[in-house]
């Protein structure tokens, strides 16, 4: 079974898969594991099989199936469990494949919705999944089958088990559209769901699905309203119960029928329904305001009361006189929403109050007025919260401005009590309240004059002051006696006591507040406030009282407080500035209806509404309400023609285009300029068709087109969508005039500037962007630039700052034209079209600035402008990347550094024929960039060069490039990268011209590489040098300083070039070299090798030829010659014992491959080096030469084996060890046997040697008597016949001054003296004989150096020892025999002297060394004759007594015993026949001394007892010594 799960095959095996599947499911003898394995099968089945063989039995597998889930559901084991997860599987899969079987019994979708409710955790979660696959089988359902699915979901929506309301508001969004209303029923219930998922699946059905990508764009049909609401009634009778009940007799204590979230997603869903399909907006539907109100319960939530409030609100916009029929009863219900908590629902509830006001009779009105005003008239805070005195506020003026409709028909008396307490609202010490009680007169100034009176000509001066001293008084002074100004403020005397003061039957205070100038006095007051929001109503009340009563008393005043702001850095207070100017100004695109009967809030976001066709049918409906009252045209005063406009109008209007555009925009201080370009664009948004307006639209223009280059980026931002708007307005000239300068705004030109006043804070720079000053704080104002220069003693800096901020005012300017030019590219369409070209190469570079403002307003563009860009970039590429290379070198590094990040882009993905001609300016310009002063210029370039390296190794690679054009990419690319990348002094050059190389070479071929082969391996052999740290140099030439070994160094240093890209790129250039190319290879690099600088450059010279002769072979043979040649010169130049080995290596490598001739010639050279006088590092490279011809040459070598190997001989035994050791491996290696080699060599060896003795060389001296002392040692029988002419030569050398090593020849003439003895004492003259080499050596002791004595006594003591035939006792004796005695007298001379004294003995010649003296008396002893034995015992016998004395050391007396023993035999022998009494007394004398010496007594005794036949005398003599008898 594991298998069939795994086959295709098998899936498709009908009928045998059923049969597969039934058996394991029901056979006779299966088991649990065998039905999960079944079922598992089953699921692949129905997911692989093919619908010709899977429908025909689909039928019968369901019913098994649906069988197996009912016999299998009282059991809960775990495999029962997994096996029904795999059959709810298996029957979704088979629902998604034939639909056909459950469409119509919708059975199975009971069961498995009913099923979520029971089955266990374990189970649900493969039930859920097949509950969801299952929606696809119902999907198009209708008739019986879709009621019965919508009666299931009704019933699943309401489960307690979250699976189940899952999955029955995701079947509604499957199964039914958009439309259906029971289906956006469920999704509502579903949005007030406690599970977030649920929630979320629900408010996604009650929205409009979005089209699929690429389908075409549908209008979403939403259910229409009145079906909506029945449904949802019917569903809910509570709500239906509501809708029935009398208007006189809500009941806000009922319960909420729905959860608040669902509740107030359906509201919001039953709106966008109303907004779609309400034909006739005068029409209400009573169950739907049901609905509405219901939801304004107490248990409501405060969103829900804010939307229910607000759809009503909607409704009653759409037909006021019938809601204000409908809800003129229900007046305090209104009112209780006056202090909701939320603010958006008291502003709501008091438009809808003002609206009922319709139907209301006067007296009622005025009644409900009262009240209002006795909410808040006393400004007692603790009487009455905030929420009710903010909600009567602006009750008040929603009623009192539609009383001064006409309808209601409320008294004057009335309507000025209720303007006179918004009046004294106004200096409430709560400054929230008093703003809304501003609001509050603005509703009502929107309506016409305030109902106050004029203050009198004479007293406008005196009211003010009274104004401002009650307000600082108190409630004291307010109540001050002084008589009203006219007959109507008398009439407010009466009504005070409704405003919270009392008893009280009259308020004298009336005569301060009671004038439409000390209201508008109060309302600007606020507009200084700290509390932005009080700032904003005062300033938007300001705005309607002057569109409701423009004349000069209002204007005025209000403009002036409204200027003022133009200090202030807030953005929405500029914003609502500037909408109030255009209240002020006239001509706004809204009513007064529309600001106080609807959700208006500003005119920004209505007009937007109203381009988003959602308030299109409100103000339709403003537009043709049929009342009593008075209604205005669709702009405020009827501001259509210029002629309506009052005086007073329009020199407001002159001063507000005045202020604005002559001094606002201009200002020398960033935020008056944005507060002034901010009220500019409002005025030509909000007001732009004005007759006042049109004829300014190029000044208009120009001002924008100034303030583009601001730092402030909100007023770039304004001016560029001040700039979109003119365009709009203007006339087909205008646009084109626009469009230029916008141009040439983008491309750089020079813009139209206009003089700005400086002053001493005008900001000149951003904060920071200039660091900071020297003494600390910012360089920004004109005033600390100024200050800098004049501290650093340079005025003229001042103008370089001012440069400077040219330049920032030029990339600002090219941000704000980007805005502008997103805008207006939309409209101009065709007109653009002349200018794409010279705009695309601007555009795309702008899109990389470094400036993030600029770079996001050039993306805006290009977006706005480009509908393909990457066919637009393909058809302008070569201007784009023209642009790009010029920018690359300009002067302004923001757009160097732009110009690489664009190229970095522009380049991807690019082909040999669209960069061929320009592949060279782009390396050229990269290059240059890398080396650029500005470090995120360089970071740039660094990418940039990432990318053009990847594209230039795509375009070198013929394997992916074709052939033809990889070389023609390799030629133009490799030359630049050796000429200005590799040889650059800049060090990130160099290494991206390497790098790049390196790459290059390895991807690309032989063919493509071969033709550059000589120029590219020079240059990577100069940058082995140039790309290594300089630091190793210096330390390279202080060594000594920091205890460095220098060869170690310079080995180190070797090393690490090898593993370098360099190394491997000439790795690759050996291998792709070929005889073509060597003949213009070899000629530079023997230049090189001669020439080279560095020891990178020089070692890798020598490795590169080596590579090239292992991998050419005999190809190199014509170029031998020049290498070997170039290679010796340099290396004999050379100081570096690295540098000469490598050479070396060199020319041992070639020399493989040369001929005869010159191998030679380099060994005849080599050999001179060696014999050149006084050169050490000729003698070493001697050596190097040899051992590296005989290493890698050993044919050629053989051939110069007897020129080199008795050199060689001599050469090993070369004072300095590393030459020695050179010329040691030399001989080593080309002999086998020394004793054959000497043999064989013996006739060359004797010249050099004897050359050598006769050297003026020391050195050469010294070696040479090495090697002849070698040569004895190790000569044979093939010394003896040039023993003559050797010793006669030795000899010669002897006398004369004396030299260090000098000891050598002594020890080489003891050396030929031993080895050949008997042809130095068969030599007759002029040859000298045995006696002149003594006689030689006695003349080198007398010598005073003490090592060369010495030396002397030990070759003396040889040479005796070799001619042992040959008495020379008599050449010797006196030297060697007063040694003894004078080492006696020296020991006993310098006992018991003070320091001073020894230090005069050590400059007094020494005594012979004691020790050697005895050994050489011994061999001179024992080749005596009898008769020198005779004549000298006496003298020997003293000696050696001496010599035992008890001050020396064991060492001289086990010397001198021996030499005792062969004293005394030489006497035994020389008195064969008796001894006399002389020589018997000897004897008797040197017994004490060696009787001391117990080892030596047996021996002693010996001696005597074999002397005893004759010895009586001697008997005779000791017994008289010794005075007893002695037995012999």
């Given amino acids: 079974m594991n ?48 619908d010709a063989q899977l429908q025909p039995h689909s039928s019968v597998i369901l019913q098994k199936l649906l069988q197996l889930l009912n016999e299998e559901g009282a059991s809960s084991d775990t495999p029962t469990l997994t096996l029904r997860g795999f059959t709810y599987q298996a029957v979704g899969q088979l629902a998604k494949r034939t639909p056909q079987l459950f469409q119509k019994d919708t059975d199975i979708a009971a069961q498995f919705f009913s099923a979520l409710s029971v089955e266990p955790p374990g189970v649900r979660a493969a039930l859920q999944e097949a509950v969801s696959t299952l929606a696809v089988a119902y999907k198009g359902c209708s008739g019986d089958a879709a009621a019965r699915i919508e009666q299931l979901l009704l019933g699943s929506i309401t489960s307690p088990q979250e699976a189940s309301r899952l999955c029955a508001v995701q079947w509604a969004n499957r199964l039914f559209p958009f439309q259906h209303v029971a289906a956006r029923y469920i999704c509502a219930l579903a949005a007030g769901d406690i599970k977030l998922e649920i929630r979320e699946e629900g408010q996604s059905g009650l929205k409009p699905p979005k089209p699929q990508p690429g389908a075409a764009q549908v209008k979403v049909t939403y259910p229409h309203l009145g079906a909506m609401v029945l449904y949802t009634q019917s569903r809910q009778p509570a709500l239906k119960q509501a809708a029935a009940t009398a208007r006189g007799s809500l009941d806000m204590g009922k319960p909420l029928p729905l959860q608040p979230k669902a509740y107030l997603a359906l509201i919001t869903f039953l709106r966008e329904c109303r907004k779609q399909h309400t034909k006739d907006p005068k029409s209400v539907s009573q169950d739907y305001l049901g609905i509405l109100e219901h939801a304004l319960v107490k248990d409501a939530t405060g969103e829900l009361h804010v939307t229910a409030i607000q759809a009503l609100l909607e409704v009653a916009s759409d037909s006021p006189e019938q809601c204000a029929g409908l809800y003129k009863g229900q007046l305090s219900w209104l009112r209780s929403f006056l202090s909701h908590t939320d603010a958006t629902a008291r502003d709501t509830a008091g438009k809808l109050c003002g609206i009922v006001m319709l ?101 406008a001066a005196s009211a003010a002051e009274k104004l401002q001293s009650s307000s600082e008084a108190g409630p004291e002074a307010k109540r001050s006696n002084l008589p009203p100004p006219d007959p109507l403020s008398a009439s407010l005397s009466s009504a005070s006591t409704v405003r919270g003061t009392g008893a009280e039957s009259s308020s004298p205070a009336c005569d301060d507040i009671a004038s439409r100038q000390s209201a508008m006095q109060r309302v600007m007051a606020l507009t200084k406030d700290k509390d932005v929001k009080v700032v904003q109503k005062a300033a938007i009340a300001a705005g309607h009282c002057c569109a409701g009563h423009p004349v000069k008393a209002v204007l005025d005043p209000a403009l002036e407080a409204l200027f003022a702001l133009g200090f202030n850095k807030n953005e929405d207070v500029l914003f609502t500035v500037g909408e109030a100017l255009c209240f002020a100004f006239g001509g706004v695109p809204v009513s007064a209806d529309i600001v106080l009967r609807t959700s208006f809030n500003s005119i920004a976001t209505w007009l937007n509404s109203m381009e988003a066709g959602t308030t299109s049918e409100a103000v339709e409906g403003l537009q043709d309400m049929d009342t009593d009252c008075p209604v205005p045209s669709p702009h405020l005063n009827g501001h259509n023609e210029s002629s309506s406009d009052t005086a007073d109008q329009v020199a407001a209007q002159d001063q507000i285009i005045k202020k604005v555009m002559q001094e606002l925009v201009f200002h020398s201080r960033a935020e008056v300029r944005c507060a002034g370009c901010v009220w500019l664009l409002s005025l030509v948004s909000y007001t732009g068709k004005h007759p006042k307006l049109m004829p300014l639209l190029p000044d208009i223009q120009e001002a924008f087109s100034h303030l583009l280059g601001d730092q402030n980026e909100l007023t770039q931002e304004m001016a560029s969508r001040g700039m979109s708007v003119v365009y709009s307005l203007g006339d087909e000239s205008a646009q084109k005039q626009l469009l230029d300068g916008l141009m040439g705004v983008l491309q750089g030109g020079a813009r139209k500037r206009r003089a700005v006043k400086l002053t001493g804070e005008t900001q000149v720079f951003e904060e920071g962007s200039m660091g900071e000053a020297p003494g600390g704080g910012s360089l920004s104002t004109y005033k600390e630039l100024c200050a800098l220069a004049t501290d650093m003693g340079q005025p003229d800096l001042v103008y370089r700052f001012m440069d400077l901020a040219n330049h920032q005012a030029s990339i600002n300017s090219s941000r704000g034209a980007a805005f502008g030019f997103a805008s207006i590219a939309k409209l101009a369409g065709e007109q653009l079209g002349r200018y794409i070209a010279k705009l695309v190469p601007k555009l795309y570079r702008y899109q990389y600035d470094p400036n993030a403002r600029v770079r996001d307003s050039m993306s805006h563009i290009w977006r706005a402008l480009v509908a393909e860009p990457k066919k637009t970039v393909d058809e302008h590429f070569g201007a784009i990347l023209q642009e790009l290379l010029k920018e690359m070198g300009g002067r302004l590094w923001r757009n160097r550094e732009a110009s690489c990040n664009a190229l970095s882009d522009l380049l991807q993905g690019r082909r040999w024929p669209e960069l061929k001609e320009k592949l060279r300016d782009i390396w050229t310009m990269t290059l240059r960039a890398a080396d650029d002063i500005k470090e995120s210029v360089r970071g740039a370039a660094a990418i940039l060069g990432k990318t053009l390296r990847n594209l230039t190794l795509r375009l070198c690679d013929p394997q992916i490039t074709p052939t033809k054009e990889a070389q023609e990419a390799v030629g133009l690319a490799l030359p630049l990268l050796l000429e200005q990348g590799v040889t650059s002094q800049v060090a990130d050059v160099r290494a991206m011209g390497l790098d790049m190389i390196a790459k290059m070479v390895k991807a690309s071929g032989p063919a493509q590489i071969q033709p550059h082969l000589a120029d590219l391996s020079v240059t990577m052999l100069e940058s082995l040098s140039g790309m290594e740290d300089s630091r190793l140099n210096y330390l390279e030439q202080h060594v000594d300083r920091f205890g460095i070994d220098s060869d170690k160094l310079e080995n180190a240093r070797v090393n690490a070039s090898k593993v370098s890209p360099m190394n491997d790129t000439l790795d690759l250039c050996a291998r792709y070299a070929n005889g073509k190319t060597l003949d213009d290879m070899v000629p530079k690099l023997c230049a090189l090798v001669k020439r080279g600088i560095g020891l990178n450059t020089r070692t890798g010279c020598a490795r590169f030829i080596i590579s090239l002769t292992t991998r050419q072979g005999a190809d190199i043979k014509p170029h031998t010659a020049a290498f070997i040649k170039a290679l010796v010169t340099a290396a004999r130049a050379e100081k570096s014992s690295t540098v000469q080995r490598s050479y070396a290596q060199a020319a041992g490598s070639v020399a493989r491959y040369t001929s005869e001739a010159r191998v030679a010639k380099l060994v005849e050279e080599a050999v001179a080096m060696y014999t050149a006088p006084g050169d050490r590092e000729a003698r070493l490279l001697s050596g190097m030469l040899i051992k590296e011809l005989q290493k890698q040459a050993a044919e050629a070598f053989s051939g110069q084996a007897s020129q080199v190997l008795p050199l060689a001989f001599i050469a090993k035994s070369d004072e300095d060890s590393v030459i020695a050791a050179l010329w040691g491996e030399v001989w080593e290696e080309g002999t086998t046997s020394i004793s054959a080699a000497l043999r064989m060599y013996m006739a060359d060896l004797v010249p050099l040697i004897t050359a050598g003795l006769s050297s003026q060389q020391w050195g050469q001296k010294k070696a040479a008597a090495k090697a002849l002392a070698d040569l004895a040692e190790a000569g044979g029988d093939a010394l003896p016949p040039h023993t003559p002419a050797l010793m006669a030569t030795l000899l010669q050398e002897l006398p004369g001054r004396l030299w260090d090593g000098k000891e050598a020849m002594l020890s080489a003439v003891a050396a030929v003296s031993k080895a050949a003895p008997k042809a130095v004492m068969a030599s007759t003259q002029p040859t000298p004989s045995s006696k002149d080499v003594v006689d030689a050596l006695m003349a080198a002791l007398a010598r005073k150096k003490q090592t060369y004595r010495h030396a002397a006594l030990g070759a003396l003591q040889t040479v005796l020892e070799s001619f042992s035939s040959e008495d020379h006792f008599e050449s010797v004796a006196g030297p060697l025999l007063a040694t003894p005695l004078q080492h006696t007298q020296a020991a006993t001379s310098t006992s018991g002297q003070g320091p001073a004294e020894e230090e005069q003995d050590e400059d007094k010649e020494q005594p012979l060394p004691l020790l050697p003296t005895l050994k050489a008396l011994q061999a001179a002893w024992q080749a005596a004759s009898k008769q020198t034995a005779l004549k000298h015992a006496p003298s020997m016998a003293k000696a050696l007594q001496e010599s035992l004395q008890p001050g020396f050391s064991w060492q001289i007396h086990a010397a001198a015993l021996k030499t005792t023993q062969a004293f005394v035999a030489k006497l035994q022998e020389a008195a064969s026949a008796s001894v006399s009494q002389e020589q018997a007394a000897l004897f008797v004398d040197l017994v004490p001394g060696t009787l001391a010496h117990s080892s030596y007594t047996n021996e002693l005794q010996s001696w005597l007892h074999e002397m005893s036949g004759s010895c009586c005398p001697m008997h005779a003599h000791m017994h008289m010594h010794s005075g007893e008898p002695t037995e012999c």
């Fill in 3 to 50: 298998l069939f799960t795994k086959s295709t095959a098998a899936a498709n095996c009908f009928p045998g898969t059923v049969q597969v599947i039934l058996s394991c499911v029901y056979g006779t003898t299966t088991t649990s594991r065998l039905k999960q394995q079944g079922m598992e099968f089953a699921v692949w089945v129905f997911k692989h099989a093919d």
């Fill in 359 to 459: 139907a209301v009779k006067p007296e009622i009105a005025e009644a409900f007025l009262t009240e209002l005003i006795a909410g808040f008239g006393d400004h007692d805070i603790k009487k009455h919260k905030f929420e009710v005195q903010d909600g009567y506020l602006g009750g008040t003026g929603y009623v009192l401005a539609q009383a001064m409709t006409g309808q209601p028909v409320l008294s004057k008396e009335a309507q000025q009590q209720a303007a006179v307490a918004l009046c004294d609202a106004l200096k409430h010490s709560q400054h929230a309240l008093a703003a809304t009680a501003a609001t509050a007169l603005g509703c009502a100034g929107l309506r016409g004059p305030l109902p106050l009176p004029d203050a009198p000509a004479p007293a």
